[in-house]
């Protein structure tokens, strides 16, 4: 590919690439995670990252904003939808700098991850998930 010419994915290619990870995961999972809306941003913005403690917006790829799934009985019905935020730059960023893995696949990690933690689990859990 002439990458000199190329324009970088755009936010709805990176949606496009989302919903095909998101249409990939096997049931029940899918099922599960079928409430979600999946956003695309070119970053967090200033609130999210001050609330996760973050200066550089570079180093947030994803977030999961919303209850989830183990807590929503005690909690009662969620006000909001769940969102899990996909941000363009970072993950573009990252996948610059890895060289070894494919964006689409880049992008899918980081939609499940988020997932995970949809599903209640935190990111040691998410770690020793990957690590198995």
Same mark, same amino acid.
Not at 92 to 97: G, N, S, V, Y
């Given at each position: 590919?002439?990458? &000199?010419? !190329? =324009? !970088? =994915?755009?936010?709805?290619?990176?949606a496009a690439l989302a919903r095909a $990870?998101?249409?990939? %995961? =096997?049931?029940p999972f899918k099922g599960l995670a079928g409430d979600v809306v999946i956003r695309v941003d070119d970053? !967090?913005?200033?609130?999210?990252? !001050?609330?996760? *403690?973050? *200066?550089? =917006?570079f180093e947030l790829t994803g977030l999961y904003h919303g209850v989830d799934v183990g807590r929503r009985d005690e909690m009662g019905p969620a006000a909001e939808p769940s969102r899990i935020? %996909?941000?363009r730059r970072p993950i573009l960023d *990252?996948?610059?700098e890895r060289g070894?893995?494919?964006? @689409?696949d880049l992008? $899918?990690?980081? %939609? &499940?991850?988020e997932i995970g933690h949809h599903? @209640? %689990?935190?990111?040691d859990d998410i770690d020793e998930i990957e690590a198995d």
């Amino acid at each position: 590919m002439d990458w &000199i010419h !190329a =324009p !970088a =994915p755009s936010l709805d290619d990176f949606a496009a690439l989302a919903r095909a $990870a998101f249409d990939a %995961l =096997p049931e029940p999972f899918k099922g599960l995670a079928g409430d979600v809306v999946i956003r695309v941003d070119d970053f !967090a913005d200033e609130e999210t990252l !001050a609330l996760m *403690e973050m *200066e550089d =917006p570079f180093e947030l790829t994803g977030l999961y904003h919303g209850v989830d799934v183990g807590r929503r009985d005690e909690m009662g019905p969620a006000a909001e939808p769940s969102r899990i935020f %996909l941000y363009r730059r970072p993950i573009l960023d *990252e996948w610059a700098e890895r060289g070894d893995v494919a964006l @689409g696949d880049l992008i $899918a990690h980081v %939609l &499940i991850h988020e997932i995970g933690h949809h599903f @209640g %689990l935190t990111d040691d859990d998410i770690d020793e998930i990957e690590a198995d």
